[in-house]
């Protein structure tokens, strides 16, 4: 294994090259499978190409967290080549853009008729500039404007905003669109797969913040402080793969007032039912991992 992760074929530019080529080849062959004078078709490619990307931001996003959790070999090649990783992420986002490009011009009334929403047109290019603020500061010519702080906040804002516009497509795909009033489409392998491991990326990162707090903990954790955490942890994954059963009630009621609903016309995410199970099992680990408000400090 070390061997093999050690390999200058594996490892930062190369890796890139490794994955970003056969990639953009699978992708133009599956493009000259398509008739692009059809915005179906044109529509097609742009989900081909983000179902290359998906899994590149997923697996960023968890890059840190399965270091914390689980420190060998392999997270540590991981973590070190997350740059290079996000980097092909950025790619199939280009194809991506391309498709999006291609049927914003050459079919602007299937383009505003049958695809624009304008929240999910304000998310998409919220993305997209996060996308190359991120790409432009990971160069450094572009990195010198910003100070570490800054580049910080910048990466780690903008990957939590794609892994969320991710996430939440197979979120609604799960528990909103599978059901027969919203279309009663039934959501396929991929769906399920890449619902899964969008949740998994964000829960490894909040068990890895876990593991952060427990290290520094002195005392003895009260032990029903310790259930009760178990217990409203486990009760956010029921939430995590119930949507179905609790979306329609809670959306119901999250969008009565009017401001709301005019929030959900711009604001991402809003009312932000996909991320109410890691608020739940945040708050879980937080309670299992009681901290003196001095050692939060440190
Ligand atoms: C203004 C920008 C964007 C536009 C106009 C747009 C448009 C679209 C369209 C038309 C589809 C449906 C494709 C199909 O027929 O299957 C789609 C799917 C999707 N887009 Fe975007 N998109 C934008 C930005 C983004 C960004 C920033 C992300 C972040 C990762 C993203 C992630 C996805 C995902 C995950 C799917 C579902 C693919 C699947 O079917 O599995 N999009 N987008």
């Known amino acids: 294994m070390n061997t093999l992760l050690s390999n200058k074929a594996l490892n930062q530019w190369n890796l890139f090259w490794v994955i970003s080529i056969p990639m953009s080849i699978i992708i133009f062959i599956a493009m000259q499978q398509h008739d692009m004078t059809d915005p179906h078709a044109v529509s097609e490619m742009i989900g081909i190409s983000v179902r290359w990307a998906v899994p590149f931001i997923f697996i960023v996003t968890a890059a840190s967290a399965v270091q914390i959790l689980f420190p060998n070999t392999f997270t540590r090649w991981w973590l070190r080549n997350r740059k290079y990783i996000g980097m092909c992420f950025a790619v199939a986002m280009a194809w991506q853009g391309s498709f999006i490009f291609i049927m914003s011009t050459t079919f602007r009334d299937y383009y505003f008729q049958d695809v624009y929403l304008l929240r999910n047109e304000i998310e998409g290019s919220i993305g997209y500039i996060f996308l190359t603020t991120m790409v432009v500061t ?154 003196k408000s001095a050692s939060l400090t440190k």
């Open 138 to 291: 990971s160069f450094k010519s572009g990195s010198k404007y910003l100070t570490p702080q800054q580049w910080k906040l910048a990466h780690k804002t903008a990957v939590y905003f794609l892994w969320a516009y991710a996430y939440t497509v197979y979120w609604w795909e799960m528990f909103y669109y599978s059901k027969p009033e919203n279309g009663g489409v039934d959501p396929g392998a991929i769906d399920y797969v890449y619902y899964w491991a969008g949740f998994l990326a964000f829960a490894l990162r909040i068990a890895a913040w876990g593991k952060k707090r427990q290290k520094r903990i002195t005392e003895k954790t009260n032990p029903l402080l310790l259930m009760t955490g178990a217990a409203i942890t486990i009760f956010g994954m029921i939430v995590a793969s119930t949507g179905t059963y609790w979306t329609e009630s809670v959306n119901s009621y999250l969008m009565s007032p009017s401001w709301s609903v005019k929030l959900e016309l711009w604001l991402p995410y809003w009312p932000f039912e996909p991320f109410f199970c890691f608020f739940i099992i945040g708050f879980g680990v937080m309670l299992m991992t009681p901290m």
